[in-house]
């Protein structure tokens, strides 16, 4: 299994940035996608989640700035960021969890994202 992240990079406050996620080795459609991001001296927080059929969940710092998507044709999972703040600075990682047997857990090597003031 393989999950390659792209789209980071450095942005703007109020600046936009849309993250892919190309998973690869797995049936994708049976997987909980799941964007978490890590900042430097901060636990990871989940980001946001989204279903096979697209319904998706949002951490409360993220919602209505952030929205998930996935094509499960192309096995790939996006996050487009909007209005992005400093506080949004993190290493953004893809997450690939089987619905039924969870212990099928994979994590992409993760991609920067910088908002700067």
């Known amino acids: 299994v393989q999950l390659v992240e792209s789209g980071g990079g450095l942005v703007q406050s109020g600046g936009s940035l849309r993250l892919s996620c190309a998973a690869s080795?797995?049936?994708?459609?049976?997987?909980?996608m799941i964007w978490h991001r890590q900042a430097p001296g901060k636990e990871r927080e989940l980001v946001a989640s989204i279903f096979s059929r697209g319904g998706s969940t949002y951490a409360d710092s993220v919602k209505g700035r952030f929205t998930v998507s996935r094509d499960n044709v192309e096995n790939t999972v996006y996050l487009q960021m909007n209005n992005l703040k400093p506080e949004d600075t993190a290493v953004y990682y893809c997450?690939?969890?089987?619905?039924?047997?969870?212990?099928?857990?994979?994590w992409g090597q993760g991609t920067q994202v910088t908002v700067s003031s």
């Open positions: 080795g797995l049936v994708f459609s049976s997987y909980v």
């Open positions: 997450n690939a969890r089987h619905f039924v047997y969870t212990s099928q857990d994979y």
